[in-house]
T-cell receptor, first 117, second 116 residues
Framework: DVKVTQSSRYLVKRTGEKVFLECVQD?????MFWYRQDPGLGLRLIYF???????EKGDIPEGYSVSREKKERFSLILESASTNQTSMYLC????????????????FGPGTRLTVL | AQKVTQAQTEISVVEKEDVTLDCVYE???????LFWYKQPPSGELVFLIR??????QNEISGRYSWNFQKSTSSFNFTITASQVVDSAVYFC?????????????FGAGTQVVVTP
């Protein structure tokens, strides 16, 4: 079974703190994604990566950055957390051939509920 | 632009009733893929189905069935004889070449509440 794990289920941080959310997948997937989920808005893509050290902005990248130094790990970084970044953060991965499009299903982690005070 | 609309915010049913979730999508691509996911209270999205744009056959899997109508750009999902365990948020998603690298457009989700 594909397993996507996220470092924390719940996280509470203060405004201005630097926050790291970690995601690890164990199925050798090329593609990895970070979403945030807010009521009434569904899932919105923050960043994605289709290969090690490669990243692409999603729909709402402002205030976030990412890092993918190893294939299995994709980190989301909030450089200076703000209260409007309080949300559920979901990581996902999908198989795909590096350098080509992939329409395979995405496999999701359990999510991290981040609260910024 | 790609877009997915799930107009129903919440649907409440009594156990054993059927429930249909609507999904309407917009894309200019002729090749695309549609997905349904379930998000139970635990929070983890669970993949249910993937359908490509060239396969308009309806699909049934146990109590779940999907109706893909290209003419109306809809991909609706029906749960037959609902059970309490079906209580969850259900998301419809679209993936198409205009968006790169397997990027999904998700709908806002429909909360299904099944009471005993």
């Amino acid at each position: 079974d594909v397993k996507v794990t996220q470092s924390s289920r719940y996280l509470v941080k203060r405004t201005g703190e630097k926050v790291f959310l970690e995601c690890v997948q164990d199925m050798d997937h090329e593609n990895m994604f970070w979403y945030r989920q807010d009521p009434g808005l569904g899932l919105r893509l923050i960043y994605f990566s289709y290969d090690v050290k490669m990243k692409e902005k999603g729909d709402i990248p402002e205030g976030y950055s990412v890092s993918r130094e190893k294939k299995e790990r994709f980190s989301l970084i909030l450089e200076s957390a703000s209260t409007n970044q309080t949300s559920m953060y979901l990581c996902a991965s999908s198989p795909g051939t590096s350098g080509s499009r992939s329409y395979n299903e995405q496999f999701f982690g359990p999510g991290t509920r981040l609260t910024v005070l | 632009a790609q877009k997915v609309t799930q107009a129903q915010t919440e649907i409440s049913v009594v156990e054993k009733e059927d429930v249909t979730l609507d999904c309407v999508y917009e894309t200019r691509d002729t090749t695309y893929y549609l997905f349904w996911y379930k998000q139970p209270p635990s929070g983890e999205l669970v993949f249910l189905i993937r359908r490509n744009s060239f396969d308009e056959q309806n699909e049934i899997s146990g109590r779940y069935s999907w109706n893909f109508q290209k003419s109306t750009s809809s991909f609706n999902f029906t749960i037959t004889a609902s059970q309490v365990v079906d209580s969850a948020v259900y998301f419809c998603a679209l993936s198409a070449p205009t968006d790169s690298w397997g990027k999904f457009q998700f709908g806002a989700g429909t909360q299904v509440v099944v009471t005993p």
